[in-house]
């Protein structure tokens, strides 16, 4: 998602459209991809992941899927009514996304 954010891609006018909220959803993101980092360290020690450590890694990456899905969808839309409706989706998904990370939180 960073490098959405900052880099040079086709997807960068999108996301900029969305961008509070993908900035929102990042930081979300950052505070679950954090607590995997130090579940990666404890497993090493452990052996296994938990449950919820195994869930948390797969909704983080259904969720990045999710919006570079959405993102893709929004800027190749062949007309504008399509294409305003590819980006209220993409918003729909964003705030879905960010209450999903709020319950896991």
């Not at 990042?26 to 919820?52: P, R, W």
């Amino acid at each position: 998602m960073e490098l959405l954010l900052t880099s040079g891609s086709p997807m960068l006018s999108v996301a900029f459209y969305h961008r509070e909220e993908i900035i929102s959803l990042h930081k979300k993101v950052s505070y679950i991809e954090a607590f995997l980092k130090n579940s990666e360290k404890q497993i090493s020690s452990y052996g296994a992941m938990t449950d919820l450590e195994v869930r948390i890694k797969g909704f983080e990456n259904a969720a990045e899927d999710k919006i570079e899905f959405g993102l893709r969808e929004a800027m190749m839309a062949e007309d504008e009514t399509r294409r305003g409706k590819e980006h209220e989706e993409l918003c729909e998904s964003l705030q879905q996304l960010a209450k999903d990370i709020d319950r896991v939180q």
